[in-house]
DNA sequence: TCACCCCAGTATACGGTGTAGACCAGTCTA
DNA sequence: TAGACTGGTCTACACCGTATACTGGGGTGA
């Protein structure tokens, strides 16, 4: 079978899409899928070689199911709205995040979102020559967090944090001493995930700055 | 077996470590490190109760082979230090690094590492509400970065750019299109990394203004 | 000296995985 | 009508993480 078949192509993503969504992460097997379309585990090699093939068709069309942009929004918002729709989408389909973060985004639908991104810098004043870094800075981000946090590194581990430090001297750990109780609440990620936004269009505002007005830079 | 033994972790660790780094991440199995051990599979289960133990562990092996700072430091020159010193432990260990991303930073190493951290940003005047979020935006950056420059993430993917932007119509991409040229040339990762760690620096350091300077917020 | 227990490590097995290779029933075409 | 093509099946392999049961040897108390 050196060409691929394509006409079961789309229905083959939905069904990895609904097992990866409800039965999780390590469900997603090709036997899982297969059972779901309706055939075979090996009917499914005819059109993707390999399982990775088929994950990284399945982020592809992930990322054609964020909600376009309504016209008219400042660069902020169009920022807010993608990585918030990026963040629920992947939600949705947390196996195939960490496809997203090792893999180029080629597909088309891919290159519409790395576009909406560079319009939006662009709008914001970011000199041309820094845009595309700062868009791979974005997406490294808006994506690293949103993988961080399903997979549960930002959770504790198998000890909870107070006991975790106290495997150490506390003397030995000065910062984690002087923030105390400040470690110990709760994190709402969502509040989390939308500073680093502001942050990040902090940052590309001030990038925007020092651009027209050279001498306020450090 | 309720209590786990101790005397031959580092020993499984460092076989972990080795399998990962000439086998790759995918041949990182049970089975493989007790090779190296020179043990059946089922004896390293009286060292970790399983596989994402294990793993945890090795991590934390890692982030313990980044070089202490030297002392006397500035805040920005400490976390420059550390994240070059990621970025150099992971060149030497490459598969492991989707690790990092996924499991929480548990062990005592990823805690001093973290500490570190603290330290810089508590140094910069970052206020101590906003330490823990910052830290967590750092690493999730710096992992991400290195993470998405050796798996390919950055690269091309199967098409160069001009090609991959030819697939869709002009028009449709304006960013791109406005972009034009800048997009074509040849990044140098090293520098992009420096850029993004002197960014992160700047964010820190203006919401330590923005802390004892409240007015001058957004 | 003997019996006991503890403990590191082993052996085996279960239910899963991705996927290679041979095969087979229809349908379309020469 | 024979042959090729197409879409799918079946079987099998090598591997995975790990639960369960076991074994050989050293240390200790009687």
Redesign the pocket.
């Known amino acids: 079978m050196r060409k691929l ?1 394509e ?2 192509r789309p229905e083959i993503i939905d069904a990895a899409l609904a097992v990866a969504a409800d039965r999780g992460l390590d ?6 899928v ?1 059972q779901r379309v309706g ?5 499914l ?2 059109y993707f ?4 093939e088929l994950l990284e068709a399945v982020v592809g069309r992930l990322l054609e199911e964020i909600p376009p942009a309504p016209p008219g929004l400042g660069w902020r918002e169009m920022l807010q709205h993608l990585a918030y729709g990026l963040r629920s989408v992947a939600g949705r389909y947390p196996a195939v995040l960490p496809v997203l973060l090792t893999r180029p985004a080629v597909s088309p639908g891919a290159i519409r979102v790395v576009d909406v991104v560079y319009r939006a810098l662009l709008d914001a004043g970011v000199p041309h020559g820094q845009v595309a870094r700062l868009e791979r800075m974005f997406s490294t981000l808006a994506i690293g967090h949103i993988l961080s946090e399903m997979s549960g590194r930002f959770g504790a581990g198998t000890l909870d944090p107070p006991a975790r430090r106290a495997q150490l001297s506390p003397e030995s750990l000065p910062g984690h001493h002087t923030l105390g109780a400040h470690l110990d609440q709760p994190v709402d990620w969502d509040d989390e995930f939308t500073a680093n936004l502001r942050d990040m269009c902090d940052l590309a505002a001030a990038l925007a700055a020092a651009d027209t007005n050279p001498q306020a830079t450090h």
Chains 1, 2 share one sequence.
């Open positions: 078949k006409s079961r469900a997603l097997s090709m036997r899982a297969a055939v075979t585990p090996m009917a090699y005819g070689r390999t399982k990775d």
